[in-house]
């Protein structure tokens, strides 16, 4: 794939760094130690979501690229999405999903955490284990420590002064909550437009192989989510609640770091821009054909637990 380099000055980059990082704040202003709190008093559900979210899409992204010898730089754009944390829409799909919101919120908690390391190590793993893209670790690049950092900042330190600010500022929370999901929405559009703007002619080349991968991988994600959940035995809202959470990926993070640190990198680009847009479309299609189909195994009233955070 013929890359494409898009410049962004250093003040344009900051700025987009403060948006995720205010985005992020804005998520766990309802996040308390009580959600963390639940995952050592029953640990199984968020846990299985975790392993399914960090261990097993990684891994099978991976393979998958592997095995169908797909485009390196596509590849890579593949498995950077698969190594980030939940989605911030995932809370909200859940409870229209009737799902397990309690499960959904720990997990997001945790793994917008656990993603500061787990992020960057993932992505580095699974790109040095794959014998296409290990070469292109070279090419781009990549700086580990550099990446750690990023994702730290723009996830990790907005988490914790979100939970921090949120008790003390109830009424914050509130005024805030609607503005930030619109502003959230318009930052992932608005990076899917650039990253598309950037590459029109890749967009239209390559736009019926990504296309597919981007859906196949994302019925990929949602997949490992729910047979994960299944698997582990775990109640129908449960498994709703995992598989959204595995499904729906922080596509705006994934695009900042390719814009920070792989900005000559258009397949990535175009892989990680189509997923932002997509994700959206297959988690609230899922969300609703869910609604409409009861919970017969009496974990429907798991999902009314912490509505109030979304």
Not at 36 to 47: E, G, H, V, Y
């Amino acid at each position: 794939m013929d890359p494409v380099t898009i410049e962004f000055n250093p003040e344009s980059l900051i700025a987009l760094n403060v948006m995720i990082a205010i985005m992020m704040f804005g998520v766990s202003l309802e996040l308390r130690t009580s959600d963390f709190k639940r995952i050592f008093l029953n640990p199984k559900a968020p846990m299985i979501g975790m392993f399914c979210q960090f261990l097993l899409l990684p891994a099978v992204t991976c393979l998958v690229t592997i095995i169908m010898n797909i485009d390196p730089m596509l590849s890579l754009g593949m498995i950077l999405v698969a190594s980030c944390p939940g989605g911030t829409f995932s809370n909200i799909m859940t409870w229209m999903a009737k799902g397990n919101v309690a499960v959904s919120v720990s997990m997001t908690g945790v793994s917008s955490i656990a993603a500061s390391v787990m992020t960057p190590f993932n992505f580095a793993l699974y790109a040095y284990l794959n014998p296409n893209t290990r070469p292109l670790l070279t090419e781009i690049s990549m700086d580990p420590v550099g990446l750690l950092l990023l994702v730290l900042l723009v996830l990790g330190v907005p988490l914790l002064l979100g939970m921090f600010a949120g008790p003390r500022f109830p009424n914050l929370s509130k005024k805030i909550e609607s503005p930030l999901k619109i502003f959230a929405m318009i930052l992932m559009m608005a990076l899917a437009g650039i990253a598309f703007a950037k590459n029109t002619k890749q967009f239209l080349e390559y736009f019926d192989l990504f296309f597919w991968l981007v859906v196949a991988h994302n019925a990929i994600a949602i997949t490992i989510g729910y047979l994960g959940a299944m698997a582990a035995k775990l109640p129908i809202a449960d498994r709703r609640a995992i598989a959204l959470e595995v499904g729906i990926q922080n596509g705006a993070l994934a695009l900042v770091i390719i814009f920070t640190f792989f900005p000559q990198a258009s397949g990535m680009l175009l892989i990680a821009a189509f997923w932002g847009v997509w994700h959206l479309v297959s988690g609230l299609v899922l969300s609703f054909i869910w609604s409409r189909m009861p919970i017969k195994d009496g974990s429907a009233q798991l999902s009314e637990v912490n509505t109030a955070k979304i």
